[in-house]
């Protein structure tokens, strides 16, 4: 299979020349415009803060990994990034590629459910954009089969693996229902800005968000459809919310033990979960000795996330399984695209159906005109199929990505479908 893919990403490249060849949303349409211009039939890119790959089927078999490079950073028109920054894949490693990038094993993050996401918004483009042929469709819904078995029959996105994550999974511990919460964020730099999407994704009642400069705390209040609290004020008002989740880059504390005493009586010892995710603290650890309080800091979020991610790990094995079978199934259907097997397949169906109107109708006949029926049967399915197999026999010899696509459409329009090795057996 023609089927060329290079990946630059978090284990090839630093995050400045991740970015530098990073294709934002308004660039893959004309990127993906570019590759067809430059004999690139169909496939598929796929770029996000962690990895750029470009998977492509080439028109002829003089397209290489090269030209699948030099189209990228001609493109982007960076200088830094070489050769060694590329990891390259072709035929079957390049779907099994594919397949582990679906199902998290090879994010940053193993198990990462945003990564299956961006899969999935990726043939999306790709296929509005005309760049997603019969083979590229088949290669999404093994893909996407794949990363969902991996979701439902293993536990490799379980639990939380990164300390804002962890936060907000602690408080759907200790508050059973957070749609009867309400919480304030305090920061809105990137960890203070996932803490609060996280908490707007669990249905939190009511979200809060402060910040020194007003204007970035306006703009995740925005996203997020929650309250603005002024910074200067936000300490007369903490005693409002339930869960109080601290990310600031403050060099000192923010909310002191006194701050947390006060706050407790106006709200007559209601529970109050503090979460401080900032280096350094924003909250006084002298603040989980007192009675109502659930206090919670890096250290002790860190001791979950490494848990989680133990446990991830330990899942590997089962996707790389999944991934094996899925693989193995997407090849079998794609081998019976030769032109043999595909001969074989089609001539068995349509004696199939032959033979089984033939052993229905023959005793409407007598024992010579049997026989008679069985020739005349016989050479009329040889004749209606004898133009199909020489064309099939002509595309094979083409040697390009259309003869399996003639082919693959040939069986789709007649429901032929391979054999899985238990009805072979």
């Known amino acids: ?181 309400s919480a304030l964020v305090i920061g809105a730099g990137e960890t203070g800005e996932i803490a609060a999407k996280h908490l707007s994704e669990k249905g939190i009642s009511s979200l809060a968000v402060t910040n020194r400069t007003t204007e970035k705390a306006k703009k995740l209040a925005q996203k997020l459809n929650a309250n603005v609290i002024p910074f200067d004020k936000f300490k007369d008002s903490i005693y409002k919310y339930d869960i109080i989740i601290s990310a600031t880059s403050s060099p000192e504390i923010l909310i002191r033990q006194d701050d947390v005493k006060i706050a407790l009586k106006k709200r007559n010892n209601n529970p109050m979960i503090l979460m401080d995710i900032a280096i350094p603290r924003d909250i006084d650890p002298a603040t989980k000795k007192i009675d109502y309080v659930f206090y919670h800091d890096i250290d002790s979020l860190n001791i979950i996330v490494e848990q989680n991610l133990s446990k991830r790990k330990s899942e590997i094995p089962k996707v790389e399984k999944i991934i094996d079978e899925e693989l193995d199934i997407f090849l079998e259907w794609y081998n019976s695209l030769q032109a043999a097997p595909a001969i074989k397949d089609i001539r068995d169906f349509f004696e199939d159906i032959r033979n089984e109107e033939v052993e229905k109708n023959k005793n409407k006949f007598s024992a010579e005109d049997q026989e008679k029926l069985d020739i005349v049967t016989k050479r009329i399915i040889n004749k209606i199929l004898h133009h199909p197999t020489i064309e099939l026999r002509k595309a094979e010899k083409s040697l390009s990505v259309d003869s399996s696509t003639k082919i693959g459409i040939i069986k789709d329009l007649f429901g032929i479908h391979p054999k899985k090795k238990s009805e072979k057996e």
């Open 1 to 181: 299979m023609n089927l060329i893919a290079i990946s630059i990403n978090h284990r090839t490249a630093p995050v400045e020349l991740r970015e530098a060849v990073y294709l934002k949303e308004d660039e893959i349409r004309p990127f993906i415009n570019l590759a067809k211009e430059n004999q690139i039939k169909e496939g598929l890119i796929l770029s996000t803060c962690n990895r750029t790959e470009i998977f492509g089927i080439p028109d002829n078999n003089e397209t290489s990994h090269e030209k699948f490079q030099n189209l990228l950073l001609n493109f982007k028109t960076t200088q830094n990034v070489n050769e060694q920054n590329f990891q390259k894949f072709v035929s079957r490693d390049a779907i099994k590629h594919l397949f582990s990038v679906a199902t998290g094993i090879d994010s940053l993050l193993i198990g990462d459910n945003q990564v299956f996401k961006q899969v999935k918004d990726s043939f999306q483009v790709s296929e509005e954009a005309n760049f997603s042929g019969y083979i590229m469709h088949r290669v999404f819904d093994a893909a996407i089969r794949a990363g969902k078995r991996a979701i439902s029959e293993t536990a490799i996105s379980e639990g939380a693996v990164t300390i804002s994550y962890a936060a907000v999974q602690l408080t759907e511990k200790i508050f059973s229902n957070l749609g009867k919460k």
